[in-house]
């Protein structure tokens, strides 16, 4: 906990904001997070912690934790944005279904590796990337 109010009063100072109850419930149920949610299905996991949490301040603060790089936003595809937990995580890339939304997330250091080598055929140095490969699970096919 000592760890995530360091980072809360970072994020504060970056944004230039006051520490607010609903602020801090909202970090702190993100930080919590596993694996990826909708901003609708966080939203709903806030407003059980404290119903009087509108919608629109929980999706002001994903954007200013995205912004933060303490979220990340993954485009799912038909305007649909997934959230992750950014910090402390080993990069990896994801595979999602364009039916379900279904979002595996694999690491392959062979195709790593050759990303590395095609950037630079063409002359750059990768300072970093997002891999997103669309289709359908099994269960969708």
Do not use: W
Not at 55 to 75: D, N
């Amino acid at each position: 906990m000592k760890k995530n109010n360091h980072l809360y009063q970072e994020f504060l100072l970056k944004h230039g904001l006051k520490s607010t109850k609903q602020r801090r419930l909202i970090f702190e149920k993100f930080i919590m997070t596993q694996g990826h949610v909708s901003a609708d299905g966080f939203c709903n996991v806030v407003k059980k912690a404290d119903p009087s949490i509108g919608q629109a301040t929980v999706y002001r603060m994903l954007k200013l934790l995205t912004e933060s790089h303490i979220a990340r936003k993954l485009e799912m595809g038909d305007g649909i944005g997934m959230y992750e937990l950014n910090l402390g995580r080993d990069h990896h890339d994801h595979l999602i279904c364009e039916k379900c939304f279904k979002c595996v997330e694999f690491k392959d250091d062979a195709l790593e590796e050759l990303q590395i080598r095609l950037a630079g055929d063409h002359g750059f140095t990768l300072t970093g990337h997002k891999m997103f490969l669309y289709g359908l699970c099994a269960q969708c096919r």
